[in-house]
């Protein structure tokens, strides 16, 4: 079974950095596949975060997040990463990593992601 696990979640003051950590298992991290992640906030739709491509290393961002966030892969450890810098009030959710079967190509479409986490809440104060 595959099984993602992500941590790194917590209180962070607006400004400051956190980072989150999502650790695969049971899945094929080496393959052409994307990892991501989403985040929702309450009364609000899961939405893409960041995103990146396996195979080749391409990333992906939301606008709302760029030049803020970085998101990155360690293929040894099959662990995906983001990288939260000058969070903002905004950002406050529950984040989500992601992965998806082999594809040749990322977005940020949630059904287009077969492989879910927990979740792990991120509050900015």
């Known amino acids: 079974d595959v099984q993602l696990v992500e941590s790194g979640g917590g209180s962070v003051q607006a400004g400051g950095s956190l980072r989150l950590s999502c650790v695969a298992s049971?899945?094929?991290?080496?393959?052409?596949?994307?990892m991501g992640w989403f985040r929702q906030a309450p009364g609000k739709e899961r939405e893409g975060v960041a995103a990146?491509?396996?195979?080749?290393?391409?990333?992906y961002y939301a606008d709302s997040v760029k030049g803020r966030f970085t998101i990155s892969q360690d293929n040894a450890k099959n662990t995906l990463y983001l990288q939260m810098n000058s969070p903002k009030p905004e950002d406050t959710a529950m984040y989500y990593c992601?992965?998806?079967?082999?594809?040749?190509?990322?977005?940020?479409?949630?059904?287009?992601?077969?492989?879910w986490g927990q979740g792990t809440q991120v509050t900015v104060s």
């Open positions: 992601a992965g998806t079967r082999a594809r040749w190509l990322c977005n940020f479409a949630p059904t287009e992601y077969n492989y």
């Open positions: 049971g899945y094929v991290y080496s393959s052409s596949v994307c």
């Open positions: 990146i491509y396996t195979g080749g290393g391409a990333t």
